[in-house]
């Protein structure tokens, strides 16, 4: 049995980023870019108005002064208008501001009559002006490499002109789940059968990842089905094999794999739910077997396979982000083995959830954090410490 550090490290120096490859835009979410990007336009890229309303001299325009509209300047092309004393020119949000004018008056603060307005406030230049660059400047970095793509970052993209973004690789993966016990959701339970739910969490995680699973197969525990199974998924960047990784006579997954030529890297890590964890390579592939107790899976696919998956897509940061937070009531780790204990984070405040076992799925659904107690460690009451998240 390995530490859980001995684990990550042997997994992070097998697995390389994949290359990099372009892509539309609409296409790079959950992506992590392969360079980095530079503002190519300061943002606003030219003076423009915040209000629907008018263009003015600020110097000209005192509470209760009559201006000339002279003409109009809607959002879009630029009419090369200009704005004198005594004048105002009709401009929306967005309208490039005319020469002359430091300030715009909002329409609701005028009251227009025919061909002028009467401006009913003091008005100070650079009011409701946006200024080119005052956002972004050009030349400054919008997007580091290895940085996650968001939902923002192609906003930003596009506001810059980018239709095409250069990330990292997508692996491709496949999941099997494994057990004569599991049924598919939607099928008729017999005495002793259970629904097979670790394909749909697998499924979930890797999405979560920015990964979709190209097959998710159920196999029983026999010989010659795990190693068609095999056959298929190792096909994928990436193989999920969830249950019979233990020691038992049906955990055939090991043996499977190895009659396939696999090399097993890893198997068992002192981690507390998932001791027996398996990783290793099989073909071009990597595999990793999965204990079947669902938070099992769950806590061995964020520890071990997540940044695996992460380093893949070129990502920096592989891990989960960790919040402080002060926790509910004391706690102690008296095994052998680091424990990862479910919990929900509220208002600053970790609350364990549920009963800690590897099976206890219900308890599992209802907790957004992880605490890693590690052996030995003695936590207080009310004590601050570090959650990891992974439903924010
Ligand atoms: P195993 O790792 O195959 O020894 O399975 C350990 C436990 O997890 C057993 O109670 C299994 O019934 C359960 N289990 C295995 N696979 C799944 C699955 N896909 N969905 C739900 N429970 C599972
Ligand atoms: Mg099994």
Known sequence: MISEEEARTKILDGVQPLPPRQTPIAQALDCFAAQDYFARLPLPAFDNSAMDGYAIVASSCKKGCRLRVTGEQPAGPDRKLRVGTGEAVRIFTGAPVPQGSDAIVMQEDVTRDGTGISV?????????????????AQGQMILAKGERVR?????????????????????TAAVISTG?????????????????????????????CGVSATAVEHCRDDRESLGDAIKRGMKNDILIISGGVSVGEHDLVREGLCELGAKIEIWRVAVKPGKPFLFGNIGESFVFGLPGNPVSTFVTFLQFVRPAILRMMGATNLDLPQVPAKLAFGLTNDGDRPHYIRGRLEHEKFTPIGRQESHALFGLSQANALLRVAVGQALKPAEIVNVQIWDW
């Open 180 to 208: 004569d016990e599991l049924v598919k959701p939607g099928d008729e339970l017999q005495p002793g059968q259970i629904y097979d739910s670790n394909s749909v969490l697998l499924s979930a995680l890797l999405q979560r």
């Open 120 to 136: 009913n406030v003091d008005v100070e230049a650079g009011e409701f002006i946006r200024r080119r660059g005052c956002d972004l």
């Open 151 to 171: 939902a923002t970052t192609v906003a930003l993209l596009s506001s810059q002109g980018f239709a095409d973004v250069i990330v990292g690789g997508k692996p």
